[in-house]
């Protein structure tokens, strides 16, 4: 357990939905910036 990284340490149904969530709320950021330079 210790070795294994902290993802895999959460429970799979909460851990999931946080790495989905972090990972489509930075999409959105860079998506957003992208925009504002074009």
Known sequence: SRSSPPIMK???ATGDS???MTSDEIVNAIFKK?????
């Open 10 to 12: 959460t429970s799979s």
């Open 18 to 20: 946080e790495i989905a």
């Open 34 to 38: 992208i925009q504002n330079v074009a």
